[in-house]
């Protein structure tokens, strides 16, 4: 027992000097974030002509000269792209930070679960038969359900007695991931040359094509994933231990376990189906906030969102403009930035460990 009581803080408490700083920071970061997304591109918007636009909408002026062009591209194509960019790049991060606490291992990330693949074979499924029941939202729709649907199986194909293996969890993620990419790839094969443009583009992600209409569409069930999660932060810390250590404390194991995998389905979902599978957000956010901070989910889950919202921004930001007037897929973007420094945390803890 006194091992375990030595053992409890070191999972449960972040360094202090870490604790006090990161999320001031990390908000500080974001608002400069949104600054520049919104103001830097071929029309430039100063911060205070931002300031006036959005304050115009609430019936109050500011002596700020503002063109009609500037409030154009402000509110109907800059504000609602970089929102969605931090709803999504929020969702990633978070989604990304409960599964590794689940796993209890710092390389998972959403696509283990079956959702981001499952997504995209629902919306590939859309463009190549051309159906649009439900007009500009036929395609979210379509990828959401079919991403949840698959999560929704991986989980239960899982589950024995009662309980969820976290080994099977990730190996019938894996099967399941495969049998969708597959799946995706025939109907790729089969589209014609309209549809495997719109499929090549989707499956890159981006931002392009965010509407006022598709980020109220992501905002409730992100930001309901994104409410509940810190809710689990103690009982991740636990997990650290070991699921029968947790269990021993007083977790409900499955309880947390089904929790986390439906709130990261859920926030992952959204942000999929509407703005494509974006690789490494996931992944890159949690570990940042590890690194700076300490392991204690009560502090990164929130700081991971914060941390992910700010990193997407910037990603679509310079999506748009390294190859202006084109535009870069952002998800190209987050994998140019993801890869090297995957590479780096391997070679991190080979120096660490002293592997040959």
């Not at 202090?16 to 600054?35: E, M, Q």
């Not at 002596?63 to 009609?68: G, H, L």
């Not at 991986?154 to 019938?172: M, N, W």
Request: hydrophobic share 60%.
């Amino acid at each position: 027992m006194s091992a375990t009581s030595q053992t409890i803080p070191v999972a449960a408490a972040p360094r202090p000097r870490g604790r006090r700083v990161l999320i001031p920071l990390l908000l500080a970061f974001l608002i400069v974030s949104l600054l520049l997304g919104v103001g830097l591109g071929p029309v430039l918007v100063p911060p205070e002509a931002v300031a006036a636009i959005l304050l115009s909408k609430l019936g109050l002026t500011l002596d700020v000269p503002v063109t009609p062009q500037q409030t154009a591209v402000l509110w109907n194509i800059r504000l609602p792209r970089v929102l969605l960019g931090a709803l999504s790049g929020a969702a990633l991060a978070v989604s990304g930070a409960l599964l590794q606490g689940v796993f209890r291992n710092p390389l998972a990330d959403p696509g283990l679960i079956g959702v981001s693949s499952g997504a995209a074979l629902g919306a590939v499924a859309v463009i190549v038969s051309g159906l649009a029941p439900l007009g500009l939202f036929t395609l979210p729709f379509a990828a959401f359900v079919s991403g949840a649907a698959t999560t929704l199986l991986v989980y239960r194909l899982s589950r024995r007695h009662g309980r969820t293996d976290v080994a099977t969890l990730l190996l019938v993620g894996l099967a399941l991931n495969a049998v969708a990419g597959a799946a995706t790839g025939l109907l790729t094969y089969l589209a014609d040359d309209a549809a495997l443009r719109s499929i090549v583009f989707w499956t890159m992600g981006g931002l392009g094509g965010a509407l006022w209409e598709t980020l109220l569409a992501a905002t409730p069930g992100i930001a309901l994933a994104l409410l509940l999660a810190p809710r689990l932060g103690r009982a991740l810390n636990l997990f650290a231990l070991g699921e029968v250590e947790a269990r021993h404390l007083g977790v409900k194991v499955e309880q947390v376990k089904r929790a986390a995998v439906l709130l990261a389905a859920l926030a992952t979902g959204a942000s999929v189906a509407l703005v494509g599978p974006i690789g490494f957000i996931g992944l890159i956010v949690p570990h940042m906030v590890r690194l700076a901070a300490g392991p204690d989910h009560r502090l990164l889950l929130p700081a991971a969102a914060l941390g992910g919202a700010s990193l997407l921004i910037l990603a679509d930001l310079v999506a748009r403009t390294v190859a202006a007037p084109a535009e870069a897929p952002v998800g190209l973007i987050t994998a140019l930035a993801g890869g090297p420094f995957f590479l780096a945390l391997i070679l991190r803890s080979r120096w660490r460990y002293g592997w040959e």
